[in-house]
């Protein structure tokens, strides 16, 4: 019998199970879903904290295509408005959904909810949850690796045909292979938390960028906003450390009034951001995926709806493969998921790092250049359409 061994049962970690799970079924595979947080009381595993994830329309679909979105739908808000702006310039550009002929331009879900739907979701006959079980060592050998967990009950040790890396990049195991990571530090720090305002959000997500970095605030059920407020590194842990009533001056200060007065704020993360990409996404028996394989700025909300995008890739050449009864560690196998996936990466990424690195400069120039673009994009409707496009997840 094959099995697959995926390292993280984060949000990635657990759409691939799912993505596998029917087909590995019918071809007696055997999928192994190792998470080193215990599952909370609720189910899903506390990994997912406070923050939210921006769906794409793409993701809306892919995840329809899985089963599960009906059961997501109950609890994700939609977005009907993007309202870009600049912080003391005119331009400002507004995409709608009803421009574009979609019912919506994506829809924000928090990460508990999105954790909790995937596990449920997840026929533990064919996925064997391994948690709380930590991989401390992945060995390759002829044909596949092995890999050593802890637990509080000690070490054990699991072959598998396949290891798929979706540990978030944090765990050190694609260093001990010698995958080295390219790092970017944007020398950024995003500050995340839910917000709540006087007025309603109307279905409109808001980017803003300010002399100190880009602020997004994406609609939530219940009034309630999701802030993500990048600024320069050494400014955060004095943001962090203000106490509510003073953050939420700071905030409506670099925000303005659209939202009304922003009366709540919840429990407040601190996340520095770099842009960091995997030298080597696949070898013979190994992928890495989501977050290990590329980590991307928040600003431009692409690095799930990506990751989704290689998932279900991946998850479609390993069932084919499956059909033929070949090994899913192929070595030409994994090569063709990723030569299929690499030109939208490669987009992906630049489009997010241009992005962030045009609104986060100071320089005047370049102030008035994105203003211009600003205002120019809210008068030339073909390239604000190819931007709506990109940022849906939709194909250009
Ligand atoms: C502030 C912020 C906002 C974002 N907003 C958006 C957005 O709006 N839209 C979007 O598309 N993307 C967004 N992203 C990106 C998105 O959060 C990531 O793409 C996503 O979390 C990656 O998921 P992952 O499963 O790869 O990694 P993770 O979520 O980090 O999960 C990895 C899992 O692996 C487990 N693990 C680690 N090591 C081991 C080990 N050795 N053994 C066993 N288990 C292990 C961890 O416990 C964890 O559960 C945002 C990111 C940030 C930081």
């Known amino acids: 019998m094959s099995s697959i061994s995926i390292v993280g049962g ?6 691939l199970a799912l993505a596998l799970q029917a087909g590995a079924k ?7 879903l190792i998470e080193a947080q215990p599952p909370k009381d609720g ?5 997912y904290d406070a923050r939210s994830t921006a769906l794409s329309q793409g993701s809306a679909r892919l995840f329809a295509q899985l089963g599960i979105w009906d059961r997501l739908a109950e609890r994700v808000e939609p977005i009907a408005h993007i309202h870009v702006s600049d912080q003391g310039q005119p331009g400002v550009t507004r995409l709608a959904a009803h421009d574009e002929g979609v019912p919506a331009l994506g829809y924000v879900v928090e990460n508990t909810w999105l954790g909790e739907v995937l596990l449920q979701a997840l026929d533990t006959a064919v996925v064997h949850w391994l948690a709380p079980m930590q ?7 002829a044909g596949g690796y092995d890999l050593t967990l802890k637990s509080d009950s000690g070490e054990q040790q699991l072959t598998t045909d396949l290891l798929v890396i979706a540990d978030g990049g944090r765990s050190g195991l694609l260093d001990s292979l010698g995958v ?12 995340i938390a839910n917000i709540t305002s006087s007025k ?10 300010t002399p100190n970095g880009p602020l997004a605030l994406l609609p939530l059920s219940e009034q309630r906003s999701a802030l993500v407020w990048t600024m320069p590194e050494e400014q955060s842990d004095a943001v962090m ?3 509510d009533d003073k953050f939420l001056q700071q905030l409506q200060q670099a925000f303005g009034y659209r939202l009304g007065g922003l009366t709540r704020v919840g429990e407040r993360h601190a996340y520095p951001l770099s842009l960091i990409e995997a030298a080597e996404q696949v070898r013979p028996h190994m992928v890495a995926l989501g977050n290990a394989a590329h980590s991307l700025h928040p600003i431009a909300g692409q690095g799930f709806n990506l990751s989704l995008r290689d998932t279900m890739a991946l998850a479609e050449h390993l069932l084919a493969a499956a059909e033929r009864g070949q090994n899913p560690g192929d070595l030409a196998l994994l090569q063709a998921y990723w030569q ?14 241009r992005l962030t690195r045009l609104f986060s400069n100071r320089q005047p120039v370049l102030t008035a250049g994105r203003n211009l673009g600003l205002l120019g994009l809210d008068l030339m409707p073909p390239f604000k359409h190819m931007l709506a496009r990109q940022a849906m997840g939709l194909k250009i």
Not at 10 to 15: D, E
Not at 135 to 141: E, L, S
Request: a positive charge; charged letters at 15%; proline letters at 3%.
């Open 10 to 15: 984060g949000m990635v970690g657990a759409s």
């Open 26 to 32: 019918a071809a007696g595979w055997q999928i192994n």
């Open 43 to 47: 189910g899903y595993q506390p990994s």
């Open 135 to 141: 991989v401390i060592a992945a060995d390759a050998r």
């Open 180 to 191: 080295h990571r390219q790092q970017q530090r944007y020398g950024q720090t995003a500050i």
């Open 200 to 209: 309603g959000h109307k279905g409109v997500a808001y980017e803003r960028f």
């Open 241 to 243: 450390a203000l106490p």
């Open 340 to 353: 299929q996936q690499q030109r939208d990466q490669q987009l992906t990424v630049a489009f997010s790092d």
